[in-house]
């Protein structure tokens, strides 16, 4: 009898253990929304003192990946375009959008014209590109 109740249980372990690699697997495979990233947008002007700064610190803090990131000048008159054009030589993932003197919520709309993720995260630095440091470290503290 005893073992009887032994074979019980290891064959309900097993059957759990089966179940549950079937569910691994179904969720590792099959799973719809896995994987959904979004894309950041960063509207600028004349932001030449911050620029560099802020892209590379975006691709430092993801470790390099060819992760997308999209710069919309809203017509700088500084040396803020060369120095996005410098940057897209050294990440392929930057790409840069000239739209020269539309206000920021008219970039924002013409930029979702090239963009298909589901996700986007817009942020406006064309007043104020001196706190962006702030807002970064807290966002990538959390």
Same mark, same amino acid.
């Given at each position: 009898?005893?073992?009887? +109740?032994v074979i019980i249980f290891m064959?309900? %372990?097993?059957? %759990? *253990?089966? &179940? $549950?690699? %079937?569910?691994?697997?179904? &969720?590792?495979y099959f799973r719809k929304n896995a994987g959904i990233r979004h894309?950041?947008?960063?509207?600028? !002007?004349?932001?030449?003192? !911050?620029?560099? *700064? +802020?892209? @590379?610190g975006f691709y @430092?803090?993801?470790n390099g990946r060819a992760e997308e990131l999209w710069i919309v000048d809203g017509g700088s008159s500084d040396q803020t375009i060369e120095i996005l054009e410098r940057l897209s &030589?050294?990440?392929p993932g930057l790409k840069v959008l000239m739209l020269p003197e539309l206000p920021p919520k008219a970039?924002?709309?013409?930029? &979702?014209? $090239?963009?298909? !993720?589901?996700a986007i995260l817009f942020l406006d630095l064309t007043t104020h590109a001196g706190n962006i440091d702030d807002f970064l470290r807290q966002k990538v503290s959390k």
């Open positions: 009898m005893p073992f009887d +109740i064959t309900v %372990f097993a059957m %759990f *253990g089966v &179940l $549950y690699v %079937f569910q691994v697997f179904f &969720l590792f894309e950041t947008v960063i509207v600028v !002007k004349n932001a030449q003192d !911050k620029i560099e *700064g +802020i892209v @590379r @430092r803090h993801h &030589l050294t990440f970039c924002m709309q013409e930029t &979702l014209k $090239y963009i298909d !993720k589901p």
